[in-house]
């Protein structure tokens, strides 16, 4: 449950609209619910601004299916990362509303958008990135900030790179992606004042060894200010750049 839902909640019990026994129904399930093979928190979007968000792969449709019921009836926002079309088309048929990211391989739910803070700068070293930039992109997107792309910039053509040098500057947080040698993290950490978001990806020949060889170049980065996610983590750089953001806009002028 979100906190517009919980004040509302609380302004209509003061008004006398909801009585007490039907705001308790409502409250009983915080802060999860067990539907035996899952545990959904509800509570979650209260503590850190954002609904659970669910992963798709391992679970099958009905899984899915069910746990984005439940999520959909407490809340405006949902995601569901690393799933199919087949999996949409079952959630879709019970969740009205519900968007395919067929690039980022996730299903969003956003009954309330707003308006998007800018700040956030993706960049990816090459087209086979995509799917993790998309990730990244609609993660930041869902929890109200834009994301502006640079895409196919790697280091094998750095003049591509320095061509959006002003835009990268004016970046708050920049998130840099890349496979193969994964150097691209360490020229952007280099360029900017802002931090640095970097996500190996799992893009490359075989002694990229699926991601593993751009995780340890970003890693081992000599450039400051560099931190790094997961392999194909574009959910998690996402999730942190949108964190950033959102302190930096709270910053006094």
Same mark, same amino acid.
């Given at each position: ?5 919980? &004040? ?19 409250? &009983? ?14 509570? &979650?979007?209260?503590?850190? $601004? ?5 992963? $798709? ?172 996610? !997961?392999?194909? !983590? ?20």
């Amino acid at each position: 449950m979100e906190p517009a839902r919980i &004040r509302q909640l609380l302004e209509d019990v003061a008004a006398g609209r909801v009585d007490p026994a039907g705001a308790y129904e409502r409250l &009983r399930l915080l802060p999860y619910e067990d539907i035996g093979f899952a545990k959904i928190d509800h509570h &979650r979007s209260l503590r850190d $601004g954002m609904p659970e968000v669910v992963l $798709g792969e391992g679970k099958t449709i009905e899984q899915i299916v069910a746990i984005a019921e439940r999520l959909a009836e407490r809340s405006d926002r949902m995601l569901i990362t690393r799933t199919g079309p087949e999996a949409y088309a079952a959630v879709a048929g019970r969740v009205p509303g519900v968007t395919y990211h067929a690039a980022a391989r996730c299903i969003s739910l956003n009954r309330s958008p707003g308006a998007l803070l800018p700040g956030i700068v993706i960049v990816a070293g090459g087209t086979a990135d995509l799917s993790v930039v998309e990730e990244a992109a609609l993660t930041a997107e869902l929890i109200g900030h834009a994301s502006e792309r640079i895409i196919d910039v790697g280091v094998a053509g750095i003049h591509r790179l320095l061509a959006h040098l002003p835009q990268l500057q004016a970046a708050t947080v920049v998130i840099a992606i890349a496979g193969m040698d994964g150097a691209l993290a360490s020229a952007v950490g280099g360029l900017v004042a802002g931090p640095v978001i970097a996500v190996p990806t799992s893009v490359g020949y075989g002694a990229a060894f699926g991601g593993l060889a751009p995780l340890l170049t970003m890693l081992n980065s000599c450039a400051t200010g560099v931190a790094v996610v !997961n392999i194909d !983590n574009g959910f998690g750089a996402g999730y942190l750049a949108a964190r950033i953001n959102t302190l930096a806009h709270q910053r006094p002028d």
